[in-house]
Structures are given as C-alpha cells and as structure tokens.
C-alpha cells in the first residue's frame, strides 16, 4: 500500500448530461466531462465558454454606481478639474492604475496617479494623502482596486470638498464608505451579472463606460492583474484572460515588451502560467519591496530606454524578493515548530520584528504549503506597537468571515475567503491566535487539515491521446474556478521506471495497462521510486499535456500524486547491502522480524540489530497493522511461519530477504534407493566407523560430503542403529519405520520445501502465497 499524500476528491458528474454534450459538440468524452464539471451542460453554454469573445462583454452601466462616476469624470476632464487615481501597491493595482492612467489620456484629462508606499502609508487611501491631494488642487479621487473598506478615509474626502470616487471588488464590508460613487460587483445590490471581476475588471469596465466601447487596446495589461490576482477565470474574467494574454504576445506596449523579454517570454506563445509565474511575481515585487510607481512607470511609458532601465530595475527587485522570502520562510517555519507545533494549533499565528511587511503573504502560502492550516504571517513595529501581517487559508475555513468575528481586534483589514491583509495592536496577537484556533476547531475535523486534490475527471490510457489533450487545451486559459485539468489513471501497472536529474531527484514512470502505455513525469518526486513495488497496480494523479522533443510528439502525464490500494510486496532476496535498502524505511513503521537468533548478530544486519524481533519468542509484541513488515531470514517451518502470517492484519507492506547461511534446497536429499543401500551395506558390516571412513565412502559412492552424517543421524533416530563415538552399529530386528519417522529426515525435507516457495520461487508465485495465507 501507499499513501496518497493528499484527499483525492473525484467530482461525480451526470453520465448523460456527458454523453449527450459529447454527441451534440462531437468532442471527446474526456472534454464533455470537463464542461459539464464547469457548469457547461448544455451545447449553447459549452460552446458560448469556448468560443465566447469580446462582443459578448456586458453592458458597464449594469454596474450599480456606474452612471454617477462616468457623469462626474466627464464633468471633470470637460472643466480641465485635477483628477486624482489613487491605486494600489500588487500587480491587480498597478494594472487598474495603468488602465485608468491610458483612459484619462485618451480623454484628454488633467490628472496623475498615485500609490501608497506599503511601509509607511499601508494599504489603501488614507487622510494624510488625501490632504496632501487637496493641496495640490485635485478636486477629484478615483481609487482603483481599493477603497471599499475606506470609511474614515471618504468621510474626510467629503469634509475637505474632495470628490470620492471608490472602484473596487473586494468584499464589501457592514458600513459602505459614503463616497460620491462606489463601483464594486460585490455592493450589495449591485445587479451587475458578474461578481468576480479583479481590480482591473472593474478599472477596464470603468474604461469602457468612459470610451463608449471596450477598451480592447488595454486587455494586455488587464489579463496581467486579472490572472495575477487569482481570481475566477470564468465569464468575462475568462474574456479579459483569454484575449489579453493573445494581446499581451503581439503587445505594442514599449513597456510590457521590455517586461516580457527580461522574464524570458520574448517571441514565446503564452499561456496564463507565463502570466501568472513569470510576469505578475515581477510586478508584485515591486510594490512588496519599495514604491509600486516605477511598475506603473513601466506600464504606460513610450520611451525605449526607459522601459529597458525599470524592467531591469523590476527584475532585480524580484530577485531580491525571492532571497528575502527564503530568509523569513525558514525563520517561520522554526517558530511554528518551537513555539505552535500544528498538532496543537489549528490555525497558525506567527510574528516577528524586522519581518518585510511586503512579503509576509508569500511566506504565508509557503506556510500553508508546508503545514496545511490556515494561517497569519505579521510583521511586528515594536515602536508603534503594531502588527501588519496577511493571512491564507485552506478549504473549509473562510478566512474573511472567521476574521470579521474579530471586528473589535482588527481596526484595519479586508480580503477574501482564501486571503485576507490585516493590522492589529501586538498586545492582541494572542487573543486573535485563541479566537480563531477555537473557530477552526469548531468548523474543521481532522479530515479537512489533510490537503485536498481536486479531479476533474478519471479516465483510461487508451482514452489519452494527442487530439484529446489538444481539444481540452480549448478550455485555456486556466486558473482559478477554471483549473488546469486534472485527471485520475485508475489501476495500472509500471512497465519502466527510473530515477531522473542530476540529483536523481525527479521520476520517470511509464505506465502500461497491456495494450496502451503512457509517460508520466514527476518533478521532485524521485524517493517515490522506494516506495513503488514494480509489480503492484498503482492509480496515477496529475495533468495531461503535450511532449514535443526532436520533432515527435507524444502524451504525458504530469504526475502530482500517487497512490496504490492493495499490499506491497518488496522483494529483497540476494540483493547486496539490504540493511543500507532498509534504513532508509521509517523506523516507526518499520518491524524487522527473525526466525533464528544467529540473524541479529549477523554483520548484514548490525545496525538493525536492537530493531529486530524473534519469532515466535516475541511473537506478543508483533503487529501488522500499518506497518512495513521485514521478514530477515527463512522461517523453520511453514507452519510457523503461515500461522504468522493469518493470525495478523494486513501490513501496509511486506520486504522479503529471507537470509540464510546453507542453501538446503541445493544441498542433496539422498534418495530412498540411497538410504536402502546404506542400510544393507551397515547391516553386512554390523559397525562401521563414519568419523574415519564417511567421506571416503561418500566419494566412492558419488554422494555429498553431508550425505553419510544425514543418513546415520536417520537411522538413529529411527533405532536401527546406535552410533558411540562416530562408530555405527546395528541394531537387531528393529521395528519396521518410515523414513517421515525422523525428525532430522522431516526438516530437511521441510527446509528444502520452503525455500522452494520462498526463496527460490518467481515473485509472482512469492505473492500469491503470501496471498493465500495473509491476515485470514
């Protein structure tokens, strides 16, 4: 048996529904599967999802709020008013500024932006900056991907006489800010169709109100906070993603075009990956290290050289990035396991001084990667007294709600459901780590802090094909709500499979099921190969795709877990240094069981020897269940050994070495016809001396060495004869025996009969006799 290292939950899915939109669309059944696990059921919504493009954006002024902010914008660019665009500090901000910033340009408005610097200012629009705008002559603030938690901050806006303008689509919180106009899918009330548009949505929606047509020019940059800010690529955040990542290839954006060659993406064909690994980290770094403004610098400048200058700038600052978040990771990691061990804490809360405030919710998923518990990274201002800190979570624990419990602890924070930013005072950092273990305590089981592998589909390797993949490929792009897809490979068997890199660390697998096989790669998975007995039927977890290498093209499977069902049985027998195989094994899984007690003290196994247990000596202290069950040596009897075997459970997993000094099956049993002939030549000798003249008549004969010595200790134990000092004499007329009377006789045949089943026979043999007799 081995483990999955995560809950497969397989989504069951209408078997007909799939059927009929495979026949309607005539697309393959894997496909169909994945729409209709998508919400697309029917032919029209299937085929509106695939094919689905920028006409079918919906109306902006469905936005509640919408008809107000464009009246009041327009009023300002027509009167020269100084317009204000407040954004904020991670990729989602910097492209709803940068949208905002192209819109106000192609209006001709008098305007500037301006973000918040994440260390001194902190998140969102605060009093000092909006004093600081009123000074300036703005008359106007339009915040983008921000405000909709800024009550305080709107109600001094209204008394300084600025206009407030809130664009946002995070959740809304119980007191909305009274604020000129609010755009915000999410408003209670809002009738706007779709909810889940990203900062930049909201900004590009904004765009097209103003414009009076889609701003289909700025889709490059929306696609980039869009997919950057993880939220559902469904509906017209799947528009945005889809035709933006094609505009972000052909982009003529000096500045986008200089990011894209720094990140190594430069005449490369796109997906959302290249957007969401490789461009939105850049992007983020900037803002979680110093000032955001140089991204939107980048976003919307003409000048070549410029551009060149702070994508090199941007990519420097990511690496950076990457080094700090290292350094604090490690540092996490050692606090949870000194001071909250996850065994007891079941949300982790952890904080330190001098923490980069920037990169705390990267350590954070480092965190939940690593432990799987929701958890808070806080960065501690010791001279404020202040934490700031942001939050992950896992599935079943809603992050955002379990934290407005925590309304009187928490003057500032907002987020989603997986996500959330906050500041406290550090004096109550204990009281919200007791609040929220207690709230996941009540709404978790043990159950949920395993991590869970979504799939979408289980299938067979004869329905995995070049074409398949290529028409699930059609769904792209992928992301949140809309997931790479992610298939079960039920029951299969291992025709080839090696270890691969330079650390051996990666694992090569090709799958047969006897009449297909597949290739299936599996980064950093390479010590699995340990785990697997090359004969056991295995299920198989991962993504489908495409090799393409020296002109050929073939499936693969790129693997993220696997599992197999049934025992494993690990065949050691006449491997050298199967003590170094087993010391590897996990000690408190592994029992070591002997028949012999010359076996703990032989040199092959001296560093397991105060593992070992004797059998049956300590046969009480022997249990099966769940355990990897080393049989060392070779039991003296099949009774013993197969009543060991049904008077115990199923282990997980079973390593044969079977050990042993004397091969008993090579070494000869004299035939009947011998022990006649020794017999009638002892009874002519009446006594005949074996010390001396046994090996002598052992060559004459054409016998073993150990042939005489065996047949004369048969013979005593049947009285026919008495031996004194190597001399053997017969006995008169003793009581007619068989040869199966003999102790000696009956374990030699014994001997050589185990290891005939044991040691000497196929694996496949091996295993179906441990079959027949395991845990009955």
């Not at 909810?195 to 900004?203: D, I, P, S």
């Not at 414009?211 to 945005?240: C, F, M, Q, W, Y």
């Not at 049985?569 to 899984?589: E, M, N, T, V």
């Not at 010359?598 to 070992?612: G, M, V």
Request: proline share 5%; glycine share 6%; hydrophobic share 40%.
């Amino acid at each position: 048996m081995l483990k999955a290292r995560t809950r497969w939950n397989v989504r069951t899915l209408d078997e007909d529904k799939v059927k009929e939109l495979a026949s309607s669309l005539k697309i393959p059944k894997l496909v169909a599967n994945l729409l209709v696990a998508r919400g697309m059921e029917t032919k029209t919504s299937a085929e509106q999802f695939l094919s689905s493009g920028t006409e079918a954006f919906y109306d902006p002024f469905l936005m509640d709020g919408m008809r107000e902010a464009v009246d009041r914008i327009q009023q300002a660019v027509a009167s020269q008013e100084k317009i204000l665009i407040f954004g904020d500090y991670d990729a989602d901000g910097v492209s709803s500024t940068s949208v905002m910033v192209y819109t106000l340009k192609a209006l001709d408005a008098n305007f500037d932006f301006y973000i918040p610097n994440r260390f001194t200012e902190g998140y969102g629009p605060n009093e000092p900056a909006l004093r600081w705008a009123k000074e300036q002559g703005f008359s106007l603030v339009i915040t983008v991907d921000t405000g909709i938690s800024a009550v305080n901050e709107a109600r001094a806006a209204k008394e300084m006489g600025l206009d407030f303008i809130i664009t946002d689509h995070h959740e809304a919180p119980p007191v909305l800010p009274d604020a000129y106009s609010i755009i915000n899918p999410k408003k209670p009330g809002c009738p706007y169709p779709f909810k889940g548009l990203a900062g930049v949505g909201v900004a590009f929606k904004v765009a097209h109100a103003l414009l009076g047509k889609a701003p289909l020019h700025l889709l490059d940059i929306a696609s980039i906070g869009t997919i950057a800010d993880l939220v559902p690529l469904v509906d017209e955040n799947r528009i945005i993603a889809k035709e933006g990542i094609k505009a972000l290839e052909r982009t003529t954006k000096t500045g986008l075009k200089a990011l894209l060659e720094v990140a190594g993406l430069k005449d490369t064909v796109l997906n959302a990956e290249h957007v969401g690994f490789a461009i939105g980290p850049r992007v983020n770094a900037v803002g979680r290290l110093d000032s955001a403004v140089p991204a939107v610098e980048l976003f919307t400048t003409d000048d070549k050289e410029e551009a060149a200058m702070l994508a090199a700038e941007i990519d420097q600052l990511n690496k950076t990035r990457q080094t700090i978040v290292s350094e604090i990771t490690k540092e996490a990691i050692e606090l949870v396991e000194q001071k909250y061990p996850p065994d007891k804490n079941n949300v982790l809360v952890v904080a330190k001084e001098g923490w980069n405030a920037g990169v705390i919710g990267i350590v954070a998923s480092r965190l939940v990667e690593q432990f799987y518990r929701p958890t808070i990274v806080l960065s501690i201002d010791e001279e404020k007294g202040l934490a700031k800190g942001s939050a992950r979570s896992i599935e079943g624990f809603d992050m955002f709600e379990n934290l407005s419990l925590s309304r009187d602890i928490l003057p500032h924070f907002g987020g989603h459901p997986m996500a959330a930013g906050m500041t406290l005072a550090v004096s109550d950092l204990d009281e919200l780590r007791s609040r929220l273990n207690r709230q996941a305590g009540e709404q978790l089981t043990e159950e949920d802090f395993k991590p869970v592998t979504s799939i979408d589909l289980e299938c067979s390797l004869d329905e995995v094909s070049i074409e398949t993949i290529e028409q699930m490929n059609k769904l792209a792009p992928f992301g949140v709500s809309n997931p790479t897809p992610r298939v079960l490979i039920p029951d299969v068997r291992i025709s080839e499979i090696k270890k691969i890199g330079s650390q051996s660390n990666h694992l090569k697998i090709q799958f047969s099921d006897g009449k297909s096989k597949l290739d299936a790669i599996g980064f950093h998975k390479g010590p699995l190969m340990d785990e697997l007995s090359y004969h056991s039927p295995l299920s198989a977890v991962g993504e489908l795709s495409i090799n393409e290498w020296n002109g050929f093209r073939k499936p693969q499977l790129m693997l993220s877990d696997l599992a197999v069902k049934e025992w494993q049985l690990f065949d050691l027998r006449g491997i050298r240094d199967a003590q170094k195989k087993l010391s590897g094994l996990p000690k408190d899984k592994v029992l070591l069981i002997a028949f012999e007690a010359d076996t703990k003290e032989h040199p092959a196994f001296s560093d397991l020897k105060e593992q070992i247990r004797l059998y049956p000596q300590e046969k009480e202290s022997l249990n099966f269940e769940e355990k990897y069950v080393v049989f060392l040596d070779v039991p003296k009897t099949r009774e013993e050994f197969f009543y060991l075997l049904e008077s115990n459970p199923e282990p997980e997993r079973t390593y044969v070495i079977f050990h042993q000094e004397n091969d008993q099956f090579f070494s000869t049993v004299p035939t009947r016809e011998q022990f006649r002939w020794f017999y009638a030549f002892l009874t002519k000798r009446k006594t005949f001396d074996a010390s001396k003249h046994g090996e002598e008549l052992a060559r004459l004969k054409g016998w073993s060495r150990e042939a005489v010595p065996f047949m004369s200790k048969v013979f005593f134990e049947l009285d026919f004869v008495t031996i004194e000092d190597g001399v053997i004499s017969i006995n008169d007329r003793p009581d007619k025996k068989d040869l199966k009377h003999s102790y000696t006789y009956r374990s030699k045949l014994e001997q050589a009969e185990i290891e005939n089943q044991l040691v000497y026979s196929s694996y496949q043999d091996l295993k179906n006799c441990f079959d027949q007799y395991k845990g009955k």
